[in-house]
């Protein structure tokens, strides 16, 4: 079975995992999504006080070599062991994930698009574009219900890092795309994925003479 592989970027609260969670719920049994947020590097060595120091926002912050070694892996026919990341206690859960090679795989995340290396691995490059005070609404919700934050240190962070490394590591990436979603979740867009997918499927299926 070939197996694709489907990029999305955009800025914190752009909308990405939205678009990748409703191309999953049209083809569940074909598609795999992998969050780059799962590979942020492990900080078990810091004690908490030191993690919450930390610049999530700035590539070498994620253990982006692990990625590519496990989409390689994957469109080589072959499962994985997927980290899975505690954003409550700033570091990588004892458990992982396993997952199986299936026909598209999507790739979400704020850098998806800084390393040429995954740049290359990309069949489809879609951005998200989200307005600012949209994303940074969306992430103050995001991080204080299902991340445990408090809102001043949400806004800290926003203002500190997530707001300059945006500009300096993410807007830049939006020229790589083949596809840029306007607004977070846009129906013609999604309709047009969804018929690249089917696409892509029925090559998948299709035997190699």
């Not at 469109?75 to 570091?91: A, C, I, S």
């Not at 997952?99 to 795989?105: D, E, G, Q, R, Y």
């Not at 926003?158 to 840029?180: F, G």
Request: aromatic share 8%.
């Amino acid at each position: 079975m070939k197996s694709y592989i489907i990029g999305i970027a955009g800025g914190t609260g752009s909308g990405k995992s939205t678009f990748s969670d409703k191309l999953l719920a049209l083809y569940p049994q074909d598609i795999t999504v992998i969050s780059y947020d799962n590979y942020y590097k492990a900080q078990d060595h810091l004690s908490y006080e030191e993690r919450l120091l930390t610049n999530y926002d700035c590539p070498d912050a994620l253990d982006t070599d692990l990625l590519i070694r496990h989409l390689t892996a994957l469109k080589n026919g072959k499962t994985v062991e997927m980290p899975l990341y505690d954003f409550r206690v700033h570091t990588r859960k004892d458990e992982s994930k396993t997952l199986s090679p299936t026909a598209v795989i999507l790739v979400d995340g704020i850098l998806t698009f800084h390393d040429i290396r995954l740049r290359e691995l990309f069949d489809i490059k879609i951005y998200v574009d989200t307005d600012a005070d949209e994303r940074i609404l969306r992430r103050l919700r995001r991080d204080v219900t299902e991340r445990g934050r408090d809102i001043d240190g949400v806004i800290h962070q926003y203002v500190s890092t997530v707001k300059p490394m945006h500009e300096i590591y993410v807007e830049p990436t939006r020229k790589y795309a083949d596809i840029i979603v306007n607004g977070g979740m846009n129906k013609t867009a999604l309709d047009v994925v969804s018929a690249r997918i089917a696409g892509m499927l029925t090559e998948a299926a299709t035997p190699i003479e």
